[in-house]
Each structure stands twice: as structure tokens, then as C-alpha cells.
């Protein structure tokens, strides 16, 4: 999928910054979509729009950077935050509500009770950002309580992230249809995320080593787990050399269900996900493949 062209402003979506306000503008509306963002909206983020736009008559972005999410040496401070800019991009996608509360609106007491992430929430993404998956299935839970939509579009590119969401809303009976959105990735093959912003330009050409070995893997995948992998780490071991290098966080091939890691005899599906930093910027992209 490459970046869907932005369309003519439909009409300005209402920007709402309390729960209040929230249910006065969602009071008597159909079928409601939830598209949860931490803004800096890019083409990826149209595209999850465009899906909820096809499945319900009232859609809702929710823009909020979670500080629970964050880790102590994470980039809160410096994550990229534009919201007349991402109301504009709202406004060509014809979304109806943009809910942007303030920190001390999400959270008015420090959060005593959250939503552990177990152990799927350790591996991976977990493992090298202890208690993430904890703040964002808590702040997702709280955006579910107070939207209460139909139905929640994230997209797969966080592909632990909507397992997670998908799990808790099993294990906590939430009324949510949860929905997965194709990764949309540039003509070069970049996955699109808020975080590609701070790439220079020779880092972003370090960075297409990333799909690049995910697509070796995929191209492996008839030979089995160990090829997929080999494949893959054989584009990344040449990508550590490039200036920049690409510097390695991992690279796995798991059960999309538990997120362990795929033994030698998987068969049918997995997910190959890797996650590099190129220069001070992390970036983490995955495929599915079928063993
Ligand atoms: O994927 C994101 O942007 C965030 O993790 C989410 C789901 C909005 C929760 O803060």
C-alpha cells in the first residue's frame, strides 16, 4: 500500500478535550469507528481513518501522547505533537470527532491500577521497553471507557500491540470489534510512522534495510523458520556495516498468538519483526508469513 493521496477538506471535525464534551458530541450518533493516535498523523494514520469511515457512521481520533508508554530515557519530551496540523489531516478525512484531552484529563490521580500486559507484553517490544505494553493496554482501556465505540482500527505495523489489544479485549469481555489495518509503506518500502520524521536522508536509506530483510525472510519462508531468519539477519548483519549503520534491538519469528518465539517446525502462520535503531531514532516493522 503506498500513501493514499490527501482529499478536499470535507468539514472541520469537532476537536473535544474532556469526557464531557466528548459525550455531548457523540450523544444520538450511530455506529461509532475509534481511530487512537498519538498524533503527528501521516498517510498510515489515513488510511486507518478510511477504514473506520467504511464500517461506521460516526468516526473519532483520539490524539494523545500516553506518558505511561514511555520509558524514562524514551523520546515523550521530543515526540513530534502538531494538532492543528493533524486537525487538518483529520478534516480531509472527513473525521467527525478528534478527542485531544489534556495529560491531567487522562490521568487526574497518578495511575494506581493498570492493565497488565502479561507475558506477551514481555517479549519483544516488551523486553526492550519494560512496562510499554502496560501503558498502552491501560490507556487504550481508558479511551475505550470513555468513546465507547463499535468498533477500533490500529494498525498492523504495531503488530504485538493489536495482538495485545485484541487479547485483553477477550480476556476483559470488552464490547469492541477490534480492527486490523494493512502497514502502508512509501514506494521505497518504509513502513510509515510518526517517528520517520526524525530520520535525515541518509539515515532513512540505512532504515530500507529493515523491509528489505523482512521481505528476504518472507521470500525464505518455504524453507522454513530457519531460512526465514537467516534470510533476514543476512540483510541486517550488510546493514550494520552502512553509514549509518543500522544497529540491531531484534529480530524474530514468533507465534502471532503468544508472541514466543516460532520453534524450528512451526508451520502456518508467524510474524517476522524486527525493530533497529538508525542513528537516535527506533524503528520497528513486521510481515506475516506462512510457514
Ligand atoms: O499506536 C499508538 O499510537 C499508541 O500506542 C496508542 C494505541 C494510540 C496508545 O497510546
Redesign the pocket.
Known amino acids: 500500500m503506498t500513501e493514499p493521496a490527501p482529499r478536499e477538506t470535507v468539514g472541520e471535525p469537532l476537536v473535544v478535550r474532556t469526557p464531557e464534551e466528548l459525550r455531548r458530541a457523540l450523544a444520538g450518533t450511530g455506529r461509532v469507528a475509534l481511530v487512537?493516535?498519538?498524533g503527528a498523523l501521516h498517510g498510515g494514520h489515513r488510511s486507518l481513518m478510511r477504514l473506520a469511515r467504511s464500517r461506521a457512521e460516526t468516526v473519532v481520533v483520539s490524539i494523545?501522547v500516553?506518558p505511561l508508554?514511555f520509558g524514562p530515557n524514551e523520546d515523550l519530551d521530543r515526540y513530534p505533537r502538531d494538532l492543528p496540523g493533524d486537525t487538518l489531516l483529520c478534516a480531509e478525512e472527513g473525521v467527525d470527532v478528534v478527542f485531544a484531552p489534556e495529560t491531567g484529563t487522562v490521568y487526574p490521580l497518578p495511575q494506581m491500577v493498570t492493565v497488565d500486559a502479561g507475558s506477551m507484553g514481555e517479549r519483544l517490544e516488551g523486553a526492550s521497553r519494560p512496562g510499554h505494553f502496560t501503558g498502552?493496554l491501560t490507556?487504550?482501556a481508558k479511551l475505550f471507557n470513555l468513546v465507547r465505540p463499535d468498533l477500533a482500527v490500529?494498525g498492523a505495523k504495531?503488530a504485538q500491540?493489536i495482538a495485545l489489544v485484541r487479547r485483553m479485549v477477550a480476556d476483559l469481555d470488552l464490547p469492541v470489534e477490534i480492527v486490523g489495518a494493512p502497514t502502508l509503506r512509501d514506494p521505497d518500502g518504509l513502513a510509515s510512522s510518526s517517528r520517520n520524521v526524525y530520520l535525515s536522508a541518509r539515515e532513512r536509506t540505512s532504515a530500507l534495510a529493515l523491509s528489505r530483510a523482512l521481505r528476504a525472510g518472507a521470500e525464505a519462508a518455504p524453507g522454513g523458520a530457519e531460512a526465514v531468519r537467516g534470510a533476514a539477519l543476512a540483510v541486517l548483519a550488510e546493514a550494520a556495516e552502512a553509514v549509518p549503520p543500522v544497529r540491531l534491538d531484534y529480530l524474530a519469528l514468533v507465534d502471532p498468538a503468544t508472541f514466543a518465539e516460532a520453534g524450528a517446525d512451526h508451520r502456518g502462520e508467524a510474524v517476522l519483526a524486527v525493530a533497529a535503531r538508525v542513528g537516535a531514532t527506533r524503528l520497528i516493522d513486521n510481515v506475516s508469513v506462512t510457514l
Open positions: 487512537p493516535t498519538m494523545f500516553n508508554q498502552v490507556v487504550v490500529f504495531d500491540q
